[in-house]
């Protein structure tokens, strides 16, 4: 009983002692955002490689979730006689929940680990070190900047990922079902709210950029400077990412839409 509790008491100070040196890792990475606003190219860059390569992932994922979503939610619909409400479904659906969380879980399996292997090999390579023997700041040159690419890239992402999820539930619902079009665009546009639906979605997906950027960074930068210690790594980013994002989430519902 003794040895257990000591084990218990153990992994709580290794925890609550990782916590606080992630926590101060976060600060030192803020301080260094305005160094890195004035290198803005090096941020333009970074989305381009951050962002950009992972459009297709993001768009073809976004096109299934739309067909699938569509298809079940009218059979759902359909048995009570509300086949009309499919459009303002699929809508909240997307822009509230899925397109934030599903985007954000796609960024940290393409994006996170991107990042995670790129800040681990330089650091395995020494890049880092050598850096600040120049007097040059690792965070305010290599880190800052992917931070805030990650930042303005995911809202971007998952606007894209329910405009398209949108489109491929209309393709299903009308073109292949035969809802009249009419009732899918004019629900949609008559209940769904600009600021509460989609505003809350887009705040969604920004809180979700940082912390599936943050969870890279990190994990790249304390890694261990060998080939294990850089694998272990990008899987530990897209493990911490994920469950973070999905409780943020819930979080984040519980305050967003817990009042009418």
Known sequence: MTAA???????????????GHAAFFFVDLLRAVPAALRRFWLVVEQVHAIGNRSLVIILA??????????????????????????????????VRELGPVVTALLFAGRAGTSLTAEIGLMKAGEQLAAMELMAVDPRSRVLAPRFLAG??????????????????????????????????????????????????????SAVFGVICTFVALYQGYETEPTPDGVAYATTRTVVISSLSVLAMDFVLTALMFSTP
């Open 5 to 19: 509790i000591q084990g218990l008491g153990r992994f709580t100070l290794e925890w609550l002692r990782a916590l």
């Open 61 to 94: 994922s976004g096109l299934a979730v739309g067909f699938v979503l569509a298809l079940q939610m009218y059979y759902a619909l359909v048995t009570y006689g509300a086949a009309d409400s499919l459009g303002l479904v699929v809508n909240l659906s997307l």
């Open 151 to 204: 930042m303005f890239s995911m809202p971007i992402l998952a606007i894209l990922f329910s405009a398209i999820g949108i489109l491929g539930a209309f393709v299903v619902a009308v073109l292949l079902i035969g809802v009249d079009s009419g009732s899918f665009w004019s629900i949609m546009q008559n209940q769904v709210d600009i600021w509460r639906d989609v505003g809350n979605g887009i705040v969604k």
